[in-house]
């Protein structure tokens, strides 16, 4: 969704591209706390179906769920109290914080759908039902393309509202996605004991304890990130909105990573509920050198091709001397996806920081 805004709202401009991005980075530094429920969820999963429990593994989603809805709401209180003031401290640029603050006041409450959804799709991973989590997440981008194209463009009759309808139209593609999740979930899971009861306190504080470390790493990550928006927004507006292109594209690249990481957390799992540590060792070194394979693939692809993925969402960037393929810039992010595992992304985003310019500067 990240990436698609970016390409409709680059139509729009470097203060609402720019706005917008600080305003991403913002939003996703609240979302990382929901985001680490996926590596609990996944693992607990994993490790029922590798035990053959595969009937226990609805309670986990059931805990999942709820935990997922509590930490959405308080998510969603905080950032409308909280992100107001934090935004205007992060650039002084008024019109930038002002269309910022228009997409986030849209894209605030998809918090509460996202973590729900993150849920779900750890579940169909973990069970190894991937094939529903993608039905899932094509059906949410698909609708995430029309409502932008209808809301922030005016079109069919509606209202143009430029950077308010990217926000919106992403929370009601993200709120497509959930309905869609849960409609397989009660097609596919009531089985296995979705919706059967309360979960268990036990699992629910399990959650917890798996989940928090992978939150701060997602809000450590995001909180550079936003620095990096911060400092760049020193140099200017239009310096600014072309960082978060290049941001974007670091995420598309950094996207096998996730799915690849899925895979990986899902047969360890496996093997470690049938107690046999060998078998979750080579696992974890097998899936890594897949994900050498496939993210030194879509790295090169963005190596080789600056401009013409540049030129996708503004076309102003091919005039600016910041992005120029002399720089080096574009070649780092090759560099970027050379490794699949999560302790390599800290340093991918130092490269992808690298490559933003301020050394050009």
């Not at 309360?198 to 629910?204: G, S």
């Amino acid at each position: 969704m990240t990436f698609v805004d970016t390409l409709m709202v680059g139509q729009l401009g470097s203060p609402a591209l720019a706005g917008v991005g600080i305003g991403e980075q913002l939003f996703f530094l609240f979302l990382a706390v929901a985001l680490g429920l996926a590596a609990g969820v996944q693992a607990m999963v994993a490790r029922r179906v590798g035990g053959d429990r595969i009937e226990a593994t609805g309670k986990v989603l059931n805990a999942g769920i709820l935990l997922a809805a509590l930490v959405g709401l308080l998510l969603v209180a905080t950032s409308y109290l909280l992100m107001p003031l934090i935004f205007e401290r992060l650039n002084d640029d008024a019109l930038v914080v002002e269309e910022g603050w228009e997409y986030l006041s849209t894209r605030i409450p998809s918090l509460l759908f996202i973590a729900i959804n993150v849920a779900f799709r750890s579940y169909w991973i973990g069970v190894s039902l991937a094939k529903w989590s993608m039905i899932s997440i094509v059906t949410l981008s698909l609708a995430n393309i029309l409502f932008n194209y209808i809301l922030i463009f005016g079109n069919f009759g509606a209202p143009r509202l430029e950077v308010a309808g990217a926000g919106l139209g992403s929370t009601l593609a993200v709120l497509v996605g959930l309905l869609v999740n849960i409609g397989l979930a009660f097609k596919f899971a009531l089985a296995n004991g979705f919706l059967e009861g309360l979960p268990e306190q036990e699992q629910v504080k399990t959650m917890v304890k798996m989940s928090y470390p992978e939150s701060l790493r997602q809000a450590l990550f995001s909180v550079g990130v936003l620095l990096m928006y911060v400092l760049i927004g020193q140099i200017g507006t239009r310096e600014l909105a072309g960082f978060h292109v290049v941001i974007s594209i670091c995420l598309i690249a950094y996207m096998p990573h996730i799915g690849i990481g899925g895979a990986a957390i899902t047969l360890v799992g496996e093997s470690l509920g049938r107690r046999d540590v060998r078998d979750a060792k080579i696992w974890g070194w097998q899936v890594s050198n897949v994900g050498l394979v496939v993210l030194l693939a879509s790295g090169l692809a963005v190596a080789f091709f600056p401009q013409t993925i540049l030129g996708l969402s503004t076309r102003w960037l091919w005039q600016s001397s910041w992005f120029r393929p002399n720089r080096g810039g574009c070649y780092t992010v090759c560099y970027a996806t050379h490794a699949a595992s999560t302790m390599a992304f800290a340093a991918s985003i130092a490269r992808c920081v690298h490559f933003s310019g301020v050394r050009s500067q």
